[in-house]
């Protein structure tokens, strides 16, 4: 069986990261946008497993626990001219059935959730720039309005709870319908 979290997870460092990257993070100068997504999709696996392994150190103590990532509905499908954050975001999903079947005998469940175009600031910015339609934004989710962070929070907190005892390895969509469609 594989152990993945016996090991110190490394995080990027600043200092490790290309510098036309940085700029780019920065908002400074424009660089080749493979470069940007190798060190998004990088720095997303390291936090996740980071924070895995500490939480786990806990939970194998107490011989129970739940663990929810964050992935996003761009971890259960594709769409043009997303590719490193849809990536890094199946990673998340990779990253969270892998290790829930290594954990559940052990008492730990661990599931993720896959929020869709939800009312946050960062919907918000990509409105104001002109990235995204909100009117089209909401005619593509079958319930035709965007989620809000309270219920991507019920949906952690179900998870987290005794009713969800039984589900494990679960990349829960939290999207209006988006991906039942």
């Known amino acids: 069986m594989l152990k993945f979290f016996e090991q110190e997870a490394r995080f990027p460092r600043r200092e490790d990261v290309p510098k036309p ?9 424009k660089v080749d946008p493979a470069l940007f997504a190798a060190y998004e999709f990088t720095s997303r696996q390291a936090s996740n497993w980071a924070s895995m ?3 786990l150190r806990h939970m194998r103590t107490q011989g129970s626990g739940a663990i929810v990532h964050c992935s996003s509905l761009g971890g259960l499908v594709g769409i043009p001219g997303r590719a490193s954050y849809h990536a890094s975001k199946h990673g998340v999903i990779g990253l969270t059935t892998s290790a829930a079947l290594e ?3 052990r008492g730990v469940r661990i599931n993720a959730v896959c929020p869709g175009t939800i009312d ?3 919907v918000t910015d990509m409105i104001a720039k002109g990235e995204l339609d909100q009117a089209e934004a909401e005619a593509n989710q079958p319930i035709n309005r965007l989620g809000t962070a309270e219920e991507i929070a019920q949906a952690v907190l179900w998870l987290c709870s005794p009713g969800a005892s039984f589900v494990v390895g679960v990349a829960l969509p939290v999207d209006g319908g988006y991906v039942a469609r």
């Open 21 to 29: 990257a940085v700029d780019y993070l920065a908002g400074q100068v």
């Open 103 to 105: 954990y559940a005998p």
């Open 53 to 55: 392994k500490h939480e």
């Open 120 to 122: 946050t600031p960062m």
